[in-house]
């Protein structure tokens, strides 16, 4: 069986990579896309990579028939994704690529966004979209929210160690470098490429960062108690990736051998050899996600660092991942496509 | 049937793009791989992108046993290729990607490469791998020679204009821009990133370029005259993708018709809209080519514009192109990844 | 004697050059600087890179007292420029760096800006601002009109060999490649680092690209007839430098020898041994235009390679010394700065 | 007067930026350059960047009369300068830019460097380069040891906290971004620009760095106390610059205070507002450190963001600046050259 696809909001870089994913996808067809601005174009015009594919016509949200519609990608800003998700059908299968919907505390939600949530039902019947832990959960799920990118990077590095009581909850720093594509194809001075190329600097660094809402309600959830991690995020002068380098007191052998044991039988998820740390490039453009672990010379620290490709792992695969999941199909369906490099 | 394939020269970049694109090819598996100096190694070590697939370690040449191999791919430099390829049993399908087997003619051999060929009935017996070009060659071929990959981007652009006659053939000229890893993963000085990031230069200039060789070869034999074209290759700071700006004499509609027309059925060759001209980040990890024309304001001149991923369509998505052929798959099987963009 | 500098609109690229330039010029100061959308922002905080100058706060145009201003830099959006300078005090000193005053002919402007000009007066004032081809104007001047950045690069390469009859008027071909500094701050998502990076692409082509109108003005009053070049500009991954690949029918060392001559005591441009072509990363940062010459492999066609910095030589560094020679100072001064590399 | 001067190592990266900026210092004139494997070319040939100046040839260090040279840099690899330093005249004032006297311990040396220290006597007289916390120190010695360029970056976001008792010495963690100018100009395969572009990596992680002696050394003594730093470099795809994210206990307005107040009077050290964090592209080419401090959501907790250009105030700036000490001229003669954005 095929399954009939809508994207809405695909003339960003998440809707171009679920439209990539897709493309060679067994089960799943694109049947429907919606760009509000750039309605009445093709994919070929806004995409011109995917001139290839026989795709519709990109169209306003409310000319796609749902009823034809077995799944809906949502790749649209956070704070318009509420309203939209409220009107969409109350039986069709969703997957959100916002922030929405990735807190389920309603003040939580107001504290980090700056507003309230004006659809609490919706909220609190959303699955939080992080595949490997929630899997259960989003195979019985209609709404399922999709992480932020540098939080499920986080997250792979941490949830174990923290689950399993290996570190010291109060000393976690995550010194995180991400590529420009996560913070989208809007038009803003500080994304030209004349003022990136060649250099890097923080970015809501001191705390301020979104995705700590994510880190600090998961971390909390799984420790039993309140957990405030460090975060400081950078922007790097590349297209792809997430790099988090993850410091914690613990015992290094310990915390290789906690995540190895983890993920020993996660497709996506690979635990280098103790002491070798992995690089973006070895991920770009696809659904893996590459820890190493070492130690540090001063006696009980270990770092852990976390890779992944934020545009596909750390969203529209992860979406697909979540997707096959809600269809009921084999989790990796369509998602082993090799990284590419150089 | 699944097909089992041996790569020599796996360590190198188009090595790791045949096993990245056989990884997820429905008939084809890669049963041996071999890396002369890096021989005991795994995959895994020498190209960390792979590290998810179960790959054989890497060998030497004389430890595959080809008995049980149903094609080769030979991605090793010119002029050890040829002792190489005359090794193995006669009766092994090859897909060469080096140049030693590109040229027919001995003399023009010599001229370029500075060097007697030593397997002349080889030379004689290979199929060049221009796929939409030999197609019928190649599916009968025993040994195919991969065309260089600025080769491939000019003929796309001009074989159809030859041979339909419908610009001045003493007047051609491509002035090619070229991304840095069609020169290779050995170190050199020049290929630094501190010596590339940020800049362009020529190189090969002034009609020294090899791939000049092939260029007189296929143009005159089209043409049924001597056909010489004026070739500029430069080297950009990116790592995939070539793009040719080719010059010619002749009426721009006719060229864009023409070409078309010639490429109407391909399923890797697109023609863009008259006036539309294409960017290499639009074919970045594919095996498309996508060609767009335009008229001067000067009358009678036109600008065919083609660019193509080096690795990929100028390499190893031809080689698993003509494999395809060789081995009686459907051309297309496994090479229908959409290009990744950003 | 220190000479009062003023720059309008100073929050772009080339306005931060000139900044940059005359911090370490001798006998220049900063002023005042303008910047209509930024008026009442520091230079530190339009340009971190300038905090340790001690530079006047950005205002609107109308707030410089120009009485006390010995020369004023106009870096401001063509169409616009026209009513500012014309409301300048008529003895006041200025660099135009827009295009509005580098075509003599009103019809010119019209044709290639699509809109009538507005100050046919001062259009007819402005000298053309190429310093190597102006220079005794040029002092004599008030107004200059800085030369497009493409423009420059063309003509170093191809003035001396029209003045001097050694090639075909009637097949010059330019195809060149710019980074991407040189199509300036404002936020489009065609400029984005996600979009641009790691890829290349031609704009304007097809005859349609305005410093056209440059070329044809200059080339044709050099010949003394109607001279037409064929230009392709293309767009590459970097931020600075154009590198203009030159073909030309003439002798190739003839060529080179005439180049050779005419730039024999310019201190700024540098004529390689023949043979030798430059890369756009020597020269970032600077100065100077160097310049290259090879011969094809088809006899009498030469390959003239210029390449130069779009901001420094191709702008603000032309601008300075523009307005070196017309304050009567050495026309090198401040200039010399080396190349930075890597 | 205009002072002689001999480079030593001329051929790699920090020794063209030495001509760099010597190349418009008002007091010194390059008089001898060294480079064993090339002796014999021009600079022209082995940085084409540097082609405008009239220099000497390269030749082997025995050719060299120092009798004429009044300071020398050496930029030669650590080990083989030991010796090279020793054969020197033993009044020949000497800036060395490699490791081999950086550390005063001679254990030291052997623990960081892996092999015994040749010449303890010479060790013993050199002085640490750290120009704006050794100023008296360096103006009186023969022989100064420049320092590493992380080691600078993090010593200066760190030596006036640790010296003013604000933070935590057992908890400072410094985690460093650097371009890949700093890995030097010999071909690797790592530092091939199609490895590296596009990704980034860590390296010499786990508390291996060699500059981890330095970070001992200075901070132990400052502290009167050992002081051990967690140090976690990362190489990124940009040739020129390091970001020190350098994270601290202690109260953020007081560390924003110290630093403040301790640089306040210096020319090179600009420490933002509180709350704004510096990039890398805003010092690049300079000799120039930018600091930038913020707090933390969690209590107690400082981030301080040093950035600064490896090849310039990392090393060859920092070069420059300590030899003006030593000729008694004035610190920041020559070093004033703003930073080149974009």
């Known amino acids: ?57 990109l169209t306003k949200i409310e000319e796609i028939d749902f009823a034809k519609i077995d799944l809906c990608f949502c790749a649209l800003p956070h704070g318009t994704t509420q309203a939209v998700i409220a009107a969409l059908p109350r039986d069709l299968k969703i997957v959100d690529l916002s922030a929405d919907f990735r807190l389920r505390d309603a003040a939580a939600y107001a504290k980090w966004y700056g507003q309230p949530h004006t659809q609490p039902q919706l909220q609190a019947e959303a699955v939080y979209g992080l595949t490997e832990f929630y899997r259960n959960e989003i195979a019985a799920a209609r709404l399922v929210a999709g992480t932020g990118c540098n939080a499920a990077t986080g997250q792979f590095a941490l949830r174990p160690l923290i689950a399993a ?71 790097l002068p590349m297209n792809r990736g997430i790099l988090a380098t993850v410091y914690v007191k613990g015992d290094p052998a310990v915390v290789h051998q906690t ?14 050899p103790f002491g070798a740390l992995p690089s973006t490039r070895d991920v770009a453009g696809s659904n893996f996600c590459h820890i190493g672990v070492i130690g540090d010379r001063l006696p009980g620290r270990a770092v852990v660092v976390a890779v992944l490709d934020n545009l596909n792992k750390g969203s529209s695969g992860q979406a697909v991942q979540n997707a096959n999941l809600m269809l009921g199909l084999p989790e990796t369906m369509g998602l082993m496509l090799a990284p590419i490099f150089p």
């Open 1 to 57: 069986m095929i399954y009939n696809i809508a994207i809405l909001g695909a003339s960003g870089y998440t809707g171009g990579e679920l439209v990539r994913l897709i493309a060679t996808h067994p089960q799943m067809r694109v049947a429907a896309l919606s760009a509000d601005r750039k309605a009445g174009m093709t994919m070929a015009e806004v995409f011109p990579f995917l001139r290839h594919l026989d795709l519709p016509v």
């Open 165 to 235: 009581g290996v570190i010291d909850l109060d000393l976690i720093l995550i010194d995180l470098k991400a590529g420009v594509s996560g913070a989208g194809r809007s038009p803003k001075e500080t994304l030209l490429h004349a003022e990136l190329s060649g250099g890097t600097h923080t970015y809501s660094a001191g705390g301020k960062h979104r995705h700590l809402g994510e880190f600090d309600q998961e971390f909390s959830k799984i420790a039993g108690r309140a957990v405030q991690v460090q975060f400081t995020p950078h922007l």
């Open 259 to 272: 995540l190895g044991a983890a993920y020993a039988a996660e497709p996506f998820l690979h635990v280098l």
